[in-house]
């Protein structure tokens, strides 16, 4: 039995046109100034791909291209059709392993992202943070954000009332309260990567009383001490913190981040422990937890009266200031607490 084949002899790109056959234990190679008796036992052959010719690789570069499939099976019948081989060619085993490749994609995605942003969240430089956090005002001052047109007394007042919470041991105030005004954004308050957190006016004026503030004050510093915005942030942008930290260059992340902050939405797990840590805090002060829940109360009644009159690219800036999933049942939760 003779096949046609292409040959080529590792050392140039040229193809050789020969003929193979077998004798005995040994594959004769024939073309034109070309003669080669190989021990069949010395030749690699591949396993089967697809439709592609079956290849045999010769000990010092050669090689030969054979497209007569069925024929190349059976002139050297089972060669490189190991077990590998028959699972590659299997729709079944392929079906299986594109399935066991998508749960491993989920299991990473969902479990081992997080625990690698909450690593990553622990190890990012405290000057990194607050450029984030300076990044995040000068960008927004110049497009949502405006001035604050509380009045200082006003501002004071709430800045005082959270400088005098009883903090749990060893836990921090934020690094800065900043307040803004944002027709835009309306009624809400922002924890931000480096501890600063932003309170809107319309939040302020949305409050029956000083406690509904402090309320919404130690949540927001709840998710400030679990560094949430940044592991939420690091989740969103892990391909892009990627490439940032190996080409040495953050100003690229830095100038996103506002942006990805804004259309952060946190998890219901991160909320749940901001809620809880407003709780107990809160409980540690004298405050009743229901202030947190009348102020989200609040808060739920806002947004769904301004988001319908909100233009397009204003909703999908609210979606962050809406993210507080399942708020009804947040509210139920905290009024039982």
Not at 306 to 330: F, G, I
């Amino acid at each position: 039995m003779w096949l046609t084949a292409v040959y080529y002899d590792g050392r140039q790109a040229r193809p050789h046109p020969v003929t193979l056959c077998v004798e005995g234990d040994k594959l004769l190679l024939q073309g034109r100034d070309i003669v080669r008796r190989e021990e069949l036992n010395g030749l690699k052959i591949p396993p089967p791909l697809g439709s592609t010719p079956r290849l045999i690789l010769f000990a010092d570069g050669g090689r030969c291209e054979v497209a007569d499939r069925q024929g190349f099976a059976e002139m050297l019948q089972d060669a490189g059709n190991s077990a590998v081989a028959g699972m590659e060619n299997s729709w079944w085993y392929a079906l299986a392993a594109l399935l066991l490749t998508l749960s491993l994609l989920a299991v990473v995605y969902l479990f081992g992202l997080p625990y690698a942003a909450r690593v990553v969240a622990d190890r990012v430089p405290v000057y990194l943070l607050e450029r984030m956090d300076n990044q995040f005002f000068a960008s927004l001052d110049q497009t949502l954000l405006m001035p604050s047109k509380l009045a200082e007394e006003r501002r004071h007042t709430v800045q005082d009332g959270m400088q005098r919470l009883v903090l749990p041991p060893g836990q921090d105030r934020p690094a800065h309260i900043e307040f803004r005004a944002s027709p835009t954004l309306g009624a809400n308050a922002f924890a931000l990567p480096g501890g600063s957190v932003l309170v809107l006016d319309d939040l302020v004026n949305l409050a029956s009383n000083d406690q509904e503030i402090l309320a919404v004050l130690a949540h927001e510093m709840g998710h400030v001490h679990e560094k949430h915005a940044l592991r939420q942030m690091l989740q969103a942008s892990v391909v892009g913190l990627a490439m940032a930290w190996y080409i040495g260059d953050v100003s690229s992340l830095l100038a996103v981040a506002p942006t990805v902050l804004l259309q952060t939405r946190y998890s219901r797990d991160f909320e749940r422990r901001a809620d809880a840590f407003a709780a107990e805090l809160l409980r540690a002060n004298g405050i009743p937890v229901s202030r947190l829940a009348d102020i989200l109360e609040k808060l739920e009644a806002a947004h769904q009266t301004a988001a319908p009159k909100q233009p397009v690219e204003s909703v999908e800036a609210l979606d962050y200031l809406s993210s507080h999933p399942n708020t009804e049942e947040r509210i139920k939760r905290l009024r039982g607490l």
